[in-house]
């Protein structure tokens, strides 16, 4: 039993979730076949032994400096250090021979934990910031790690299908209207809740009357708007989305796939007939295309927040046990907003039109000041809400994710609405 064992075991419940977030990514990466490690399911990632090394660097460039002296791993350590922004530019051109070989990677992640453990024992109350950035950074990976398997071959993964599916039955597209309002945005610097910095300040904003989709748009319902030449249909697209469409030849969801003159559905382990009922998954410039069509628009930040939790400021989590696929959108189980809004919370994270940037107040963090200044650029678009993946202290009210408009492979869907 190393040190951190002990502790986490005893009394400290941030040691014992920084365990926890151990074992759901190495359980993740167990799912790879070893000879898939060197793989690169999404051109605009790393290579999944990347993601081996990078975790352990990152806590020990956030954590080993608290320890006396250093570590024995320093060139590893900036191999390791940073990952990719998707879509920021050209894509990576390494080769798997660049990389060093799995067992070295493997020997660095546990000589890290070995170490790390060591110094952790011995960090404060003070140091519980750190902690938490730690655990979800970690929770984070976990979740692209799972969106970038299900983009590899069956065969390069474990497990397999053959599971029992949610099902449901048909149901008739509805809306509801959300009356003027406010909606509460962000976190109070006084809140015992742990949040990242474009979280912070708490504020209020007015919002408007509006309708809102009661559900996620489904595939069955984007299969219409596909079946109607929409991704051909250059007056639905920015100028940017039809070049991007252009170039890389996109022309349907990426987890979709064509089988002659039918769709499938690439789950997690197998391949299905495309579920109707499922939310679908698609980029920023997908879902504004398809909202055009349909003469309505995304929500905006503000909006979204306001449907999905009225004018309260809780900041309580949402808890839903980690699946691999979604939920069909008018399930049974799926909770509702204080306004009659189905399934807003953990069965796909959902597109806002509202660009990521600073909330008035906002105070980079100092163990991560790289955290959010660097994507307030007018190029990244927040999502809220959270996917089957994504891990419950992330399915905070105040959590803000983000992406570029054309990066396709996030469990991200959205819903449509009207403005009076």
Partial sequence: MTALSAVGAGHDVLISRLLSARQETDAIFHEVRPEAMYDRPIPERHRIVFYIGHLEAFDWNLLGAHGEGGGTHAELDRLFAFGIDPVGGGLPTDSPDDWPRLQIVHDYRDRVREQLDEVITHLGHRDAELLNVAIEHRLMHAETLAYMLHQMPFVSKRSRGARALPQSGAFLPDSIKIPAGEAVLGLRRDSPAFGWDNEFDEHVVHVPEFTIDRYKITNGEFLRFLEAGGYFNDALWMPDDRAWRTVNKISHPAFWIRRGNAWSYRSMFDELPLPPEWPVYVSHA?????????????????????????????????????????????CA??????????????????????????????????????????????RHYVLKGGSVRTAPCMLRPSFRNWFQPHYQYVYSGFRCVTRA
């Fill in 286 to 330: 997908e879902a504004r295309a398809y909202a055009r069509w349909a003469g309505q628009s995304l929500p905006t930040e503000a909006e979204w927040q306001r449907a999905a939790y009225g004018d309260s400021a809780t900041t309580a989590s949402h808890h839903n046990p980690l699946t691999w696929d979604p939920t069909p959108v008018n």
């Fill in 333 to 378: 189980q799926a909770s509702s907003s204080p306004f009659g809004v189905t399934g807003m919370i953990a069965n796909g994270w959902e597109w806002t039109s509202s660009e990521f940037a600073p909330f008035p107040g906002f105070r980079p963090f100092p163990c991560y000041p790289g955290y959010s200044e660097p994507f307030f650029d007018g």
